[in-house]
Every structure is written in structure tokens, then in C-alpha cells.
């Protein structure tokens, strides 16, 4: 039984990561990742290498427990948060693997189009040919890394952040009066784990783990989509059974925001763009996510955001 008498000290650090958009920011982000995964694995058990100094510094300040619950991303820092919640949830090694992942995601050579005479191509960067299948094929490598008796956390929210390319339409009622016709474009991606209900499934066969990384793979390629750049993410949502396409779509029912509201004419998808156009510091959402984060006894509550700010000279 906990001690949770008034007065106590909380001995249980809970952390809370907004991550902005901003591809230059990225690799800075990723190490920032990397630090607060170090943190935690220093107040387990068995402490790895990369604790560091974390461990005698989490024990100056009397933390025993370091749990990570809410992670909300746009862009670049989407990318970050699909790796650090399998990281949090699978075991998958946040390290040398993750550095590789953004060498290959950042080689603009290799995610160029190769131009082709008279035909003006959708976009700059392949999206789905390079940027997902890559990110999906490192993510299954490195879940095989994973250690067997990896303790994912008893929660944990991933919000991803995207933007419709077709507005949604939709009534709001300002008054008693007629309700006003107006377009969303808003959208955004939430994934959810906790003992009982999982959007990050641990299955034998693979079926359901396999299903969950396409969808974490297409949610942090959705959410960097730059226009011009990248070409729309075309996302499943619709209602029915899914039509059979090569490729196919990603089905994202559930856990997108535009289920069941696809465009007209695409066959139940809906074609979703970068999160940072309309929401590139994602910090209202975290802050949403930490009131409905369960707790089952006191704990210290921190938010961070990430966002790198140079060094200014000093002043004359």
C-alpha cells in the first residue's frame, strides 16, 4: 500500500512530451527522445548503460518511478512520437536504430521522383513508395530487437496531428437559431494503451501487432506530408467493408479523427495532409491528454516541450 499522506514527497515522476513540427528540428528532437527514454530506464530495476547519470541524479532528487503517459506530436516531431511509443510499448531499442531510421527518412536523394519527360509529377518526395514503406520495414526490424520481459506502462496516448486537404463539413449552432454550415480541416490521429484496451497489440501470431505498425507508420507519414513536398496521405475511414486496391489503403478506422467522414468520390478515404498547417505546437493537446491520464496514487507532473532555441551571444 502506497504512503500518500499530505506532506509526502511524491516519489513518482510523470512526464508528458509535445513535440512541434519543424523538419530541421528533427534529429535535435530525436536526441531529446533519446535522453528522456535514458531517464526512464534509470529508475528501473535494472538500470541499462545509457541511464548514465540519471540514476544518481533521479536518486538526489528521491524519484523511484519515471513513467512517460502522453507524447503529442506534429510533423517531424509526429515521426518522433510513433518511435518513442514503440520504444515505451514494444521495447524497441531507442538508439543507433532510431539514428538510422532518420539518416534514411532524411536522404532527400533517395526520396526524390525521378523526373520523367511531359509528366508533372504529384509531388517532390515519394510518400508512400519511400518515406512509409522505410519507416514500416525499420519499424519491424527493430521490434525484433526488443527484449522478451520488456513492462510496457500502464498508459500510455500518442496524438498525431494532420490536416484535410477537402475540408469536412459540418453544422455549429452559435445561437438558438439555424445552425451555421461550416468546413473542418483539423484532423488528427490518437492511439491508445492501457491493460485492458490496446491500440498496440501483442499478438502471437503477429496479425494484430502487424496491422498496428502500418497504422503508426502511415499516421507519422500523414502527419509530414508537407504540401508540395510530400503527396496527401490517402487514409481508410469510410464505413464498410474496405475495397480491395493495390496497394491498399491503411485502414484508420478508429483511430482517426475523420472516421466516417470520407471525400466524395475516393472510395471511403480521405486525403489528410501535414499536422503543423493548422497546429504545429501541439502543447493544447497534451495538456487535454494529462487531465484524462488515470493515477493511482501522487505523483510529481511534468510537461515538456520540445522545441530547440539557439544559444544568443552575450549582451556588450
Same mark, same amino acid.
Given at each position: 500500500?502506497?504512503? $500518500?499522506?499530505?506532506?509526502?514527497?511524491?516519489?513518482? #515522476?510523470?512526464?508528458?512530451?509535445?513535440?512541434?513540427?519543424?523538419?530541421?528540428?528533427?534529429?535535435?528532437?530525436? =536526441?531529446?527522445?533519446?535522453?528522456?527514454?535514458?531517464?526512464?530506464?534509470?529508475?528501473?530495476?535494472? @538500470?541499462?548503460?545509457?541511464?548514465?547519470?540519471?540514476?544518481?541524479?533521479?536518486?538526489?532528487?528521491?524519484?523511484?518511478?519515471?513513467?512517460?503517459?502522453?507524447?503529442? =506530436?506534429?510533423?517531424? *516531431? =509526429?515521426?518522433?512520437?510513433?518511435?518513442?511509443?514503440?520504444?515505451?510499448?514494444?521495447? %524497441?531499442?531507442? =538508439?543507433?536504430?532510431?539514428?538510422?531510421?532518420?539518416?534514411?527518412?532524411?536522404?532527400?536523394? &533517395?526520396?526524390?521522383?525521378?523526373?520523367?519527360?511531359?509528366?508533372?509529377?504529384?509531388?517532390? %518526395?515519394?510518400?508512400?513508395?519511400?518515406?512509409?514503406?522505410?519507416?514500416?520495414?525499420? /519499424?519491424?526490424?527493430?521490434?525484433?530487437?526488443?527484449?522478451? $520481459?520488456?513492462?510496457?506502462?500502464?498508459?500510455?496516448?500518442?496524438?498525431?496531428?494532420?490536416?484535410?486537404?477537402?475540408? +469536412?463539413?459540418?453544422?455549429?449552432?452559435?445561437?438558438?437559431?439555424?445552425?451555421?454550415?461550416?468546413?473542418?480541416?483539423?484532423?488528427?490521429?490518437?492511439?491508445?494503451?492501457?491493460?485492458?484496451?490496446?491500440?498496440? @497489440?501483442?499478438?502471437?501470431? *503477429?496479425?494484430? +501487432?502487424?496491422?498496428?505498425?502500418?497504422?503508426?507508420?502511415?499516421?507519422?507519414?500523414?502527419?509530414?506530408?508537407?504540401?508540395?513536398?510530400?503527396?496527401?496521405?490517402?487514409?481508410?475511414?469510410?464505413?464498410?467493408?474496405?475495397?480491395?486496391?493495390?496497394?491498399?489503403?491503411?485502414? %484508420?478506422? &478508429?483511430?482517426?479523427?475523420?472516421? &466516417?467522414?470520407?471525400?466524395?468520390?475516393?472510395?471511403?478515404?480521405?486525403? #489528410? %495532409?501535414?499536422?503543423? /498547417? /493548422?497546429?504545429?505546437?501541439?502543447?493544447?493537446?497534451?495538456?487535454?491528454?494529462?487531465?484524462?491520464?488515470?493515477?493511482?496514487?501522487?505523483?510529481?507532473?511534468? /510537461?515538456?516541450?520540445?522545441?530547440?532555441?539557439?544559444?544568443?551571444? @552575450?549582451?556588450?
Amino acid at each position: 500500500m502506497s504512503d $500518500d499522506r499530505p506532506g509526502r514527497p511524491s516519489t513518482e #515522476l510523470r512526464l508528458a512530451l509535445a513535440m512541434r513540427g519543424g523538419v530541421s528540428l528533427a534529429v535535435w528532437m530525436g =536526441g531529446a527522445c533519446c535522453e528522456t527514454a535514458a531517464l526512464r530506464s534509470a529508475a528501473g530495476r535494472a @538500470p541499462g548503460p545509457e541511464a548514465g547519470l540519471y540514476t544518481g541524479l533521479l536518486r538526489a532528487c528521491g524519484y523511484e518511478d519515471v513513467d512517460i503517459d502522453v507524447l503529442a =506530436g506534429t510533423s517531424a *516531431g =509526429g515521426l518522433n512520437g510513433v518511435l518513442l511509443a514503440c520504444h515505451l510499448v514494444y521495447g %524497441m531499442p531507442f =538508439g543507433p536504430g532510431v539514428r538510422d531510421v532518420w539518416l534514411r527518412l532524411g536522404d532527400l536523394e &533517395g526520396l526524390l521522383r525521378r523526373s520523367t519527360p511531359f509528366h508533372v509529377p504529384t509531388s517532390l %518526395m515519394r510518400g508512400d513508395e519511400v518515406f512509409y514503406e522505410e519507416l514500416r520495414a525499420a /519499424l519491424g526490424r527493430l521490434l525484433k530487437e526488443a527484449p522478451a $520481459d520488456w513492462r510496457p506502462p500502464a498508459s500510455l496516448r500518442l496524438i498525431l496531428t494532420a490536416t484535410r486537404l477537402r475540408p +469536412r463539413r459540418d453544422l455549429v449552432r452559435p445561437t438558438l437559431g439555424r445552425p451555421l454550415p461550416v468546413g473542418r480541416s483539423n484532423a488528427y490521429f490518437r492511439f491508445r494503451h492501457r491493460t485492458s484496451l490496446t491500440d498496440f @497489440p501483442v499478438d502471437s501470431t *503477429g496479425v494484430a +501487432r502487424e496491422g498496428a505498425l502500418n497504422r503508426l507508420a502511415y499516421a507519422a507519414r500523414t502527419s509530414s506530408s508537407f504540401p508540395g513536398a510530400f503527396e496527401p496521405a490517402r487514409v481508410y475511414v469510410g464505413n464498410g467493408p474496405q475495397p480491395v486496391e493495390k496497394p491498399p489503403r491503411v485502414d %484508420m478506422r &478508429g483511430v482517426s479523427s475523420e472516421t &466516417g467522414y470520407p471525400d466524395e468520390n475516393l472510395n471511403g478515404c480521405a486525403e #489528410l %495532409m501535414d499536422g503543423g /498547417l /493548422l497546429d504545429n505546437i501541439p502543447v493544447a493537446w497534451a495538456v487535454r491528454a494529462v487531465a484524462g491520464a488515470p493515477a493511482v496514487r501522487k505523483a510529481d507532473r511534468w /510537461l515538456l516541450f520540445l522545441q530547440p532555441v539557439p544559444p544568443f551571444p @552575450p549582451p556588450p
